[in-house]
């Protein structure tokens, strides 16, 4: 809640896990935190403000080491490119995705998903839209994501993900081989 990020390294093996103590995850040399915005006290003036990080990693950048995408409290999506190994991550410093030549806005708190949905052999980024519907950001470079195109059910229905004033973000979506099917499958 706070938006800060820690890294528990696994030392155990197929018998068991073992865990070392966490530690703070840095970015640009300097510990992470998701600035929660001028609206970061979600809970009134008495409510401390949190940053809610809200993780993703998956290989953005095509190079075989797990980077960040991080959603927030104040719905803005950084990047955090990888410059480390892909067993020792060194995280670049963040870089908010753009959508439209603007910053990528989603309601807060939502942890996006990232998978190659158009086919293009690149990662495209899902998440919701700021009326809570669940949609494809078609990736178009680094930093860069095209218009929203809004999913929708088997019947056509658009996937509306939260609720009104109030309600809205609190998303976790995760994309990838669920079923074996071939296709990416969506948990939310």
Not at 110 to 118: C, S
Not at 129 to 140: A, E, I, N, S, V
Request: aromatic share 8%; with cysteine.
């Amino acid at each position: 809640s706070t938006g800060r990020l820690r890294l528990l390294t696994d030392m155990g093996d197929h018998r068991g896990h073992r865990y070392q103590p966490p530690h703070v995850i840095e970015a640009g040399g300097a510990g992470f935190q998701v600035d929660p915005g001028p609206d970061g006290m979600l809970g009134g003036p008495v409510y401390p403000r949190l940053g809610y990080a809200c993780p993703t990693l998956a290989d953005w950048t095509g190079n075989g080491r797990l980077d960040l995408l991080v959603g927030g409290a104040g719905g803005e999506v950084l990047f955090l490119k990888n410059d480390g190994a892909a067993n020792d991550p060194r995280f670049a410093h963040p870089v908010p995705l753009r959508c439209e030549g603007m910053p990528l806005i989603t309601p807060p708190r939502v942890r996006p998903a990232v998978v190659d949905w158009t086919g293009s052999g690149e990662p495209d980024l899902i998440a919701l839209d700021l009326q809570g519907f669940l949609c494809l950001y078609p990736r178009q470079g680094s930093h860069e994501v095209g218009r929203p195109v809004p999913l929708v059910d088997r019947l056509g229905r658009y996937v509306r993900l939260d609720g009104g004033f109030g309600q809205s973000g609190l998303c976790s979506v995760w994309a990838g081989p669920w079923c074996g099917s071939g296709r990416p499958d969506l948990l939310i």
